[in-house]
């Protein structure tokens, strides 16, 4: 039980004004009170409007005053009710009163005049006070629930619904619901609770932040002695917290770890998610006013430290759990309204196992780019959006020796690896609109390689930095990236053309190019590496460039295929000395770690950085355990 006593100095000053007042006396002392406001020199000021629609709002809930013990008199009621609208007169308006209510403001000496006693107000419970959320499908409901999860209990669950009529997903956020009033009142609290609570909220942690939010709430309540049950405090608070402390209107589909995109594609039309197992379907979010579309937007770039406007209507940026997210703002750039896409961060990314598990690669191709990574060979992973690009890059990096100096360059950081010794770096926008304090990719690029790093990770190359990595690559550095493309030819025609323009003979220098797709499978959507292909060198007659195909993906029967042929492994003999059943005993190892991997469901990246490590150090203890447990 949660006693506030704010109330208890405010009884005092009021004490001389008796128990309750006649509407007669109240209106007595209203204009003194009138007086003590004119003369308020506040610097937050409410409008006139902002004055009369809050008045309304007080008196809608006080039609609705839902908490019976404490409904005052009649009389009482009437009398406030007079007072508030004969406010609302152009003469009895104050220009303006003070935004916060001090305690010597108006509606608190005000309110306590008619109603001086504290109230109590109690914790939300559960099993005392019911759910906040109605979570039961209405019995006429054309949907059925196909999945029903919580991601933020008691407060928010998603439903996963099916229309068998037009063959529709949809995927429903369940919020508590607000009445009309108590949303109006809730936008009255949020909007005085006012933007200065993001400054205090930032030196706070969440927990803090969120009593704090609470006690302003209910600080609020008792200023404007506005007695609401209990259940619709809770929602009240929800949705403040939801709002200061969270993503907003996409707050519970964030928290849902199914969901890999989130996409906003304007005002009026459903938010859609890509959700793991039913891939693209639209949600039951849409932003019918543009206006709370545009703030959503505003506030997800505060979230991440920038600013969006709309002279810089576009943005890229991480929000804090990492997750990327592109936004534009108004209707010059994108005709239908602002939009927003964000790519869930993975907090642990999918590892080499979680790979093998999804059938992506299989464990002979794993095992290959792991020698490859041994030893120090530079790769380009090509593919549409969303192929699983970043994903693939970022997992065969947790192939590279712990030791190994790892600097890593993107727009926006998606990379996360175990290793000590990486440098991951992000490139920064121009400040305030002109072009000057930007660093783009390519410098970065040219820094990096002053850091004498063994290993260089660049997200998404397509302009001059690709020079500046093939440069590197020439010059002995070994470089993972990534590029849109969907074939080698492809990407061959990309480099070598403008903007990039890097001549044939650099291109020698790259060694191994993998294809990521995302393919339909019968009715699944799946991701595949087509193929991985070997760069050889460049034909000296005829200029053309040569590439070997070590393993492709038969699409008929889902299958990976070897091409007996890997000029990589035939290098790696050479130069170690090894023969042809020292490489085969090689793989085998990896694929065996792999397997086991999988079957040992060690999906969090530092657990399999330290095989990669014991694999090195001490393989024999490593494949003991291996294969006892893989050989039962
Ligand atoms: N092999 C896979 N199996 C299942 N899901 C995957 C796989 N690879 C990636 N994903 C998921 O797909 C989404 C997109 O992956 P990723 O960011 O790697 O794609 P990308 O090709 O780099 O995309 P973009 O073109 O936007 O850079 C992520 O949510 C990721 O978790
Ligand atoms: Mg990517």
């Known amino acids: 039980m949660n006693t506030i006593d704010v109330v208890e100095d405010d009884l005092s000053s009021s004490s001389s004004l008796g128990e309750v007042g006649t509407s007669k006396s109240s209106e007595d002392q209203l204009s003194n009170i009138v007086e003590v406001v004119e003369d308020d020199s506040q610097t937050e000021l409410l409008s006139k409007e902002e004055l009369e629609s809050d008045i309304e709002v007080l008196l809608d809930l006080a039609d609705e005053n839902v908490d019976d013990s404490s409904k005052l008199p009649d009389e009482i009621n009437s009398a406030w009710e007079k007072t508030l609208r004969g406010l609302g007169a152009e003469k009895r308006i104050p220009e303006v009163i003070p935004l916060e209510i001090k305690p010597d403001s108006f509606f608190k000496k005000f309110l306590n005049m008619i109603n001086p006693k504290a109230f109590e107000l109690e914790d939300y419970d559960l099993a005392k006070h019911g759910p906040l959320v109605e979570i039961t499908l209405p019995a006429n409901s054309a949907y059925k629930e196909m999945e029903f999860y919580n991601v933020n209990p008691p407060y928010s669950y998603i439903r996963v619904a099916y229309n068998p009529e037009i063959h529709e997903y949809l995927y429903q956020v369940l919020e508590p619901e607000l009445s009309k009033e108590e949303t109006r009142l809730f936008k009255m609290i949020k909007e005085r609770l006012g933007e200065v609570m993001d400054a205090h909220l930032k030196s706070m942690n969440r927990l803090d932040s969120e009593e704090y939010l609470r006690s302003n709430v209910n600080s609020f309540l008792i200023d404007y002695r506005i007695r609401i049950t209990t259940i619709t405090r809770e929602k009240i608070n929800y949705y403040i917290i939801r709002d200061y402390l969270g993503y907003g209107e996409v707050d519970a589909i964030m928290r849902d770890l199914e969901i890999e995109d989130i996409s906003g594609d304007g005002p009026n039309t459903p938010v859609y998610v890509y959700h793991k197992k039913y891939e693209s379907i639209p949600s039951n979010i849409i932003f019918d006013d543009e206006d709370v579309l545009n703030a959503l937007i505003i506030r997800l770039a505060q979230i991440c430290g920038k600013h969006i406007s709309i002279a810089n209507p576009i943005l890229d940026a991480t ?49 290959y780019l792991w020698l490859a990574v041994d030893s120090s060979r530079s790769l380009i992973f090509a593919g549409g959006t969303a192929s699983g690009k970043t994903t693939a890059m970022n997992a065969i990096s947790t192939f590279i020796q712990p030791e190994m100096k790892i600097v890593s360059i993107e727009d926006t950081r998606e990379l996360n690896l175990a290793h000590p010794n990486w440098i991951p770096g992000v490139t920064r926008e121009a400040f305030g609109g002109e072009n000057r304090g930007s660093i783009e990719m390519y410098e970065l690029l040219k820094a990096a390689l002053r850091q004498r790093p063994e290993f260089i990770l660049v997200g998404e190359v397509r302009g001059a930095e690709a020079y500046v990595l093939f440069q590197a690559m020439s010059t002995g550095h070994t470089t993972f990236s990534t590029m849109h493309a969907d074939s080698v030819s492809s990407i061959v025609h990309r480099l070598e053309n403008p903007p990039i323009n890097v001549p044939r003979i650099m291109i020698q ?124």
């Open 319 to 367: 929000l804090p759990d990492g997750s990327r997210i592109q936004m534009t703002l108004g209707r010059e750039i994108t005709t239908r309204g602002s939009t927003f896409t964000i790519r869930r961060f993975n907090e642990n990314p999918i590892m080499p196992g979680d790979l093998v598990g999804y059938h992506t690669f299989s464990t002979a191709m794993l095992a």
């Open 509 to 632: 220098a790259l060694d191994i190019v993998a294809i990521q797709a995302q393919v339909k499978i019968g009715d699944e959507r799946v991701r595949r590496c087509k193929s991985l292909t070997e760069i050889i060198g460049v034909d000296p007659r005829s200029g053309e460039l040569l590439t070997n195909e070590v393993f492709v993906w038969n699409a008929a029967k889902d299958l990976f295929q070897y091409s007996g042929r890997s000029y990589v492994l035939d290098d790696l003999m050479e130069s170690r000395g090894w023969d042809d059943a020292k490489v085969k005993e090689e793989l085998q190892e990896r694929q065996d770690v792999l397997e086991w991997s999988r079957l040992k469901n060690i999906t969090y990246f530092r657990d399999f950085s330290k095989i990669v490590v014991a694999h090195r150090r001490e393989p024999e203890t490593l494949m003991k355990v291996v294969r006892q447990d893989l050989n039962g």
